[in-house]
Nanobody
Framework: QLQLVESGGGLVQPGGSLRLSCAASDLTLDGYAIGWFRQAPGKEREGVSCISNIDGKTSFADSVKGRFTISRDNAKNTVSLQMNSLKPEDTAVYYC???????????????????????WGQGIQVTVSS
């Protein structure tokens, strides 16, 4: 059973940066597509970014394009979400998610819908406020 743990959240002023990390306990993240989602109070969970299982294809929500980047560190078995130029509307609980896809090139993909992921972390709070 893949277990995911998010870290790096907290309080930051508008315009600031945070780096979220998603780590897996016991199992490698190789072969998994990884997604980052967020949920603000009173709102539905929305996709923020994802990275494919083997070739590093990425996708971003329009609201974060140009400000957020996503990357894998295979040596550390983590996936990071670098968030720059943060805005108050980025305030939410952020979740890391994973879905097993495999290692075949033709299967390389990631999706920005929550239904596409089986494994989820507990979430971490990000608050952007002055």
């Amino acid at each position: 059973q893949l277990q995911l743990v998010e870290s790096g959240g907290g309080l930051v002023q508008p315009g600031g940066s945070l780096r979220l990390s998603c780590a897996a306990s016991d199992l490698t993240l190789d072969g998994y597509a990884i997604g980052w989602f967020r949920q603000a109070p009173g709102k539905e969970r929305e996709g923020v970014s994802c990275i494919s299982n083997i070739d590093g294809k990425t996708s971003f929500a329009d609201s974060v394009k140009g400000r957020f980047t996503i990357s894998r560190d295979n040596a550390k078995n983590t996936v990071s979400l670098q968030m720059n130029s943060l805005k108050p509307e980025d305030t939410a609980v952020y979740y890391c998610s994973a879905e097993w896809i495999g290692f075949k090139a033709v299967q390389s993909r990631c999706v920005m819908t929550a239904q596409g992921y089986t494994y989820w972390g507990q979430g971490i709070q990000v608050t952007v406020s002055s």
